[in-house]
């Protein structure tokens, strides 16, 4: 089975905008997790989607959102981008409720 | 926020020495996941071991778990320089409205 994969995987922005990123999750796997990596914060859980519905939420602010589609797709926003949202963004996806399988990644620079 | 510490944060070893990390946690869990990271790139799943589990080996991997310590330790076995990565405890907290909580990780080196 083809891996997690998210695109893109390289992102320069600059503040104020919104960026969008796309996760593809291992076929047969229903739910979609998103994560952010920063040296300061480490690995912190975003939001949780199981059929199109968020399950899960993390500590972050409205200025983050997610959705799942119907073929369990997932793509998550940030609107209004800050400095402080360069990280590395990270998707997982699971068939069951235990063990996750990451995405590469997507580098996200806020200029 | 945080649920694990991993300890210690930074490693250095030869190869062909044995490996441990260990994590602590504060909340009860479900289960636990190791996971290994390569210099900022996806992580890589391990291992996972459950509450109800005291110890679980996979190749050279033998995980711990003590739910009464709050704690479980990582060790790897006749390390190799592919084995220089980060390796960070994830747990699937109780009642937790998170998917799984990190620690900050260890950063592992293996000297060839």
């Known amino acids: 089975k083809a891996g997690v994969t998210q695109t893109p995987r390289y992102l320069i922005k600059t503040r104020g905008q919104q960026v969008t990123l796309s996760c593809s999750p291992i076929?047969?796997?229903?739910?979609v997790s998103w994560y952010q990596q920063t040296p300061g914060q480490g690995l912190q859980f975003l939001f949780e989607?199981?059929?199109?519905?968020?399950?899960n939420k993390g500590n972050f602010p409205g200025r983050f959102s997610g959705r799942q589609f119907s073929n369990s797709r997932s793509e998550m926003n940030v609107s209004t981008l800050e400095l402080g949202d360069s990280a590395l963004y990270l998707c997982?996806?699971?068939?069951?409720?235990?063990?996750?399988?990451f995405g590469p990644g997507t580098r996200l620079t806020v200029l | 926020s945080q649920q694990g510490e991993e300890d210690p944060q930074a490693l250095s070893i030869q190869e062909g020495e044995n490996a441990t990390m260990n994590c602590s946690y504060k909340t009860s869990i479900n289960n636990l996941q190791w996971y290994r990271q390569n210099s900022g790139r996806g992580l890589v799943h391990l291992i996972l071991i459950r509450s109800n589990e005291r110890e679980k080996h996979s190749g050279r991997l033998r995980v711990t778990l003590d739910t009464s310590k709050k704690s479980s330790s990582l060790l790897i076995t006749a390390s190799r320089a592919a084995d220089t990565a980060s390796y960070f405890c994830?747990?699937?907290?109780?009642?937790?409205?998170?998917?799984?909580?990190f620690g900050k990780g260890t950063k592992l080196t293996v000297n060839p």
């Open positions: 989607y199981f059929s199109e519905t968020q399950r």
């Open positions: 076929s047969g796997h229903r739910s």
């Open positions: 994830a747990t699937d907290r109780q009642g937790g409205s998170e998917k799984l909580v």
């Open positions: 997982a996806s699971s068939a069951q409720l235990d063990t996750q399988y």
